[in-house]
């Protein structure tokens, strides 16, 4: 978000990608935190309101966990900066839908690829486009000289089980 160059040129590449998969929504809703600046530059950019949903309900005041002005029926585009697992990003589809909304689809900045991601978007019936993904930045760190293609390969089958490069790392600390 500091340099208005590259957040420019994200901006237009969720505008373009919603307009190619999901025509014009009613809605713009950025998932917190890192969803909602990006958000609010792509909502006003479409002329269109904003919402954000928190992780959980605030524990105060009136314990709204979607704030801003959403209406039954309304037609929603999720946006969101990072897809791991993708269960934060679903959750706040859920509470979107608790307020009938008509989640249309969801855009993120950038995803690992993970099976269980896809999966779990799979059985939330919410489809998910990216700007980018995990194998296409390995791509690139290669063709770019930042990493050699053995470090590659090892960055690929980290990919293929994370959990278990994480339980060896910490069973050596």
Request: glycine content about 8%.
């Amino acid at each position: 978000m500091s340099f208005p160059e590259i957040r420019n040129f994200i901006r237009e590449a969720f505008i373009s990608t919603i307009n190619e998969n999901f025509g014009k929504p009613d809605v713009i809703a950025g998932v917190a935190t890192g969803g909602i600046a990006i958000g609010a530059l792509i909502a006003q950019a479409l002329d269109l309101p904003f919402i954000y949903v928190r992780s959980e309900a605030k524990k105060h005041g009136l314990g709204n966990q979607v704030e801003g002005v959403l209406l039954p029926g309304q037609k929603v585009v999720v946006i969101e900066d990072l897809i791991s697992t993708g269960s934060s990003s679903l959750n706040a589809v859920q509470a979107l839908r608790e307020q009938d909304a008509n989640i249309i689809g969801m855009v993120a900045i950038f995803t690992y690829g993970f099976d269980k991601a896809t999966a779990n978007f799979a059985k939330h019936e919410c489809e998910l486009k990216t700007l980018s993904e995990y194998d296409a930045l390995l791509t690139q760190a290669v063709n770019s000289g930042y990493i050699s293609a053995e470090q590659k390969e090892k960055l690929q089958d980290w990919k293929k089980n994370p959990e278990a490069w994480s339980n060896a790392f910490e069973m050596q600390s």
